[in-house]
């Protein structure tokens, strides 16, 4: 419980975020956002990644009276679900929108959300845990409410960000710093790993009641040393002696329900097989692996291989890694259809060129696909094996190939 009193003091606290202008960069995300008239608008992502930010950028376009409450101030330590009534009173009735940041550490939240909304109040709600939102929102406000993810700055927000023009060198720096905006800003690495930290030893251990934190950090780095690299419960639980592999998936989920890693799935047509078959990890952030990993030091590829996959992710693609004879690291469906079928390598050259391009066949093949990408760092090219079209690309045109089908839709 908290006393009405230091609500208020929060409020009054408070009033001030959403007026600052610190110069922060017009993201991308505002190209196609527009809020809903009827809907409950949830914006998560991970901790640091612009939430706070983006919100603010929306009162600025769209509203003038609203009320912004973050549940993180400490000064309402302790609040709970009888806590909102006295939070409604302070607020007051002249509120054109709702936005409340962080809410998901406040057990029951959704109750009062369904409140203001059948009130036929706008809502936005952010968050760093994904699934604790969505699996409420389910809950209480079923077709109720619309999601959108915030990641960190993509290269175009990056460039702009540092007042930098596109260049291969440029990108290069991307590839290897990643796109949060307090460590491109400061270049300290331990920015992100003390960002590490938090959401392992605040958002998870202390959430879940986990004792043994160093093991949780130890299967953090490791999994974060291995991008692009298959993974496996058991695997994981006989390198770190965990319990069972049971203990594994639920670490494993937490970590991606905290956009910290995510975990690709192999492709099949069959839902158990893709739940048996050992998954690819991958990273939120290139510069959040470097920084947290000695693994990197040289290796661009699978920093590389992470950034087209977040380009994807962050799309909303559904997507796959193919295996069977050989290997394709990207199969990409939207819908029920398969859109692209895609290789990435740092460089081609003839050590690895046949087994990039058998990888792709074998998955053209497989899914029926006359034209398949080789997405490499600077290398352009046009093969034809089989009379099935190869398109070797480079990464950056690659991207803006990416970018004008996401913002036309």
């Known amino acids: 419980m908290v ?3 230091d609500i208020e003091a929060a409020f009054e606290g408070q009033k001030s975020v959403l007026a600052r202008d610190f110069g922060f960069i017009k993201r991308e995300m505002l190209e196609i956002f527009k809020p809903s008239s009827t809907h409950v ?6 901790r640091r990644s612009g939430k706070s930010t983006l919100m603010r950028q929306i009162v600025k376009k769209y509203y003038e009276k609203v009320a912004y409450f973050n549940f993180e101030d400490s000064r309402v330590f302790g609040f709970e679900v009888g806590d909102f009534s006295k939070l409604d009173d302070v607020m007051g009735e002249d509120v054109e929108a709702y936005f409340f940041d962080e809410i998901q550490n406040v057990e029951g939240w959704e109750i009062f959300v369904r409140q203001l909304h059948e009130r036929g109040e706008k809502i936005f709600v952010t968050g760093s845990n994904a699934s604790l939102l969505s699996r409420e929102m389910g809950t209480r406000l079923t077709g109720r409410y619309l999601s959108h993810e915030v990641f960190p700055f993509s290269y175009k927000e990056y ?13 290069y720096d991307y590839v290897v710093k990643g796109g949060f905006p307090e460590f491109l800003r400061d270049q300290n690495p331990e920015i992100l790993q003390m960002l590490l930290k938090d959401i392992l030893y605040r958002d998870i251990a202390v959430r879940y009641g986990i004792k043994n934190t160093h093991v949780l950090m130890d299967i953090a780095l490791f999994l974060i040393s291995n991008l692009g690299k298959e993974v496996s419960f058991n695997g994981i639980r006989n390198t770190f002696n965990v319990g ?3 203990t594994v998936s639920d670490y494993l989920s937490w970590m991606e329900d905290s956009y910290l890693l995510f975990f690709l799935p192999r492709f099949s047509w069959s839902s158990k097989s893709i739940s048996k078959n050992p998954k690819k990890v991958y990273c939120i952030d290139n510069g959040f692996a470097k920084s947290n990993s000695l693994s990197f030091t040289k290796d661009k590829g699978r920093l590389l291989e992470n950034l087209v996959y977040l380009n994807f992710r962050k799309k909303n693609y559904k997507l796959f890694y193919f295996k069977e004879r050989q290997e394709c690291d990207f199969v990409v469906f939207e819908g029920s259809f398969c859109k692209w079928l895609i290789q990435v390598s740092e460089e081609l050259h003839p050590d690895n060129r046949d087994r990039e391009v058998a990888g792709l066949i074998e998955a053209m093949n497989f899914f029926e696909m006359d034209k398949g990408y080789i997405v490499t760092m600077t290398q352009n090219d046009q093969l034809t094996v089989n009379e099935r079209s190869i398109i070797v690309q480079d990464v950056r045109s690659f991207f803006g190939l990416l970018h004008k089908i996401y913002f036309v839709k």
């Open 3 to 5: 006393f009405k009193e």
């Open 41 to 46: 608008e949830v914006i998560s992502g991970i």
């Open 159 to 171: 460039l702009t960000f540092l007042g930098l023009d596109d260049s291969q060198e440029n990108f």
């Open 244 to 246: 069972s592999p049971t």
